[in-house]
């Protein structure tokens, strides 16, 4: 098995712009993902987010599906969606998950109750207010690797009305991974700009890398945000 791929890291918080621009586009040029740190997500709402998102994906399915997805936004269950359509497999992905879209039409998401669910949707919507915060941070040092002015896609429009979605995604553990062609999330490129990647620690994200597309396991690092350009699973 091929070793881990270990992937650069970038500090978000360095004062040093120039030089994390340039680190930044590297790493997009080497491999198209990197490990974010210092992203100004507090461990205690990550923490708490985790909780909340195991507590809704250990709810019975009759009470997930009362969810499902409107809109771009809500529950999908367990073999709903396939990413890699070119697969045979007769069904999807074996994942679960749930969508949260801009906080600006709130009244299209789809929320637990608080009666059920006590502080779930507050902890979601502080959770991507945070995060928007970050992939803020980050384009406008992508805008800098990019050689372009750091407030280039602020002055473009780009981020007046983000289209950010928040997607928590739970692959169950005990499906069965003997159906060929079957993965937890199979073999995709993201769309939008970019996307960051918060992980329990866990390791499984795999990344297409080389001009030969070989497929590596990424090395995990806790604490940290991956993002992600190029094509994984």
Known sequence: MPEA???????????????TAKSIRQACLDLGFFYLVNHGVEEELIKKVFEHSKKFFTLPVEEKVKFGVKNHRGYTGLYDEKLDTSLNAAIGDAKES?????????HLNQWPSEEDMPSWRSTMEAYYEKVLCAGVKL???IALALNLDEDFFQKSGALSEPM??????????????????VYGASAHSDYGMVTLLLTDGVPGLQALTGLQGNIRAT???GGCAKHKW????
Do not use: C, K
């Not at 791929?5 to 030089?19: A, E, G, H, K, N």
């Not at 749930?98 to 709130?106: C, H, K, M, Q, V």
């Open 219 to 221: 090395e995990s690092l």
């Open 164 to 181: 950010a979605f928040l997607r928590l995604i739970h692959y169950p553990g005990d499906v069965d991974s003997s159906r060929e062609g």
């Open 98 to 106: 749930f969508y949260i879209g801009t906080l600006a039409e709130n």
């Open 230 to 233: 190029g094509i994984h699973r």
């Open 5 to 19: 791929l270990q992937l650069p890291v970038i500090d978000l918080s360095s004062d040093d712009r120039l030089s």
């Open 139 to 141: 384009i406008s040092l």
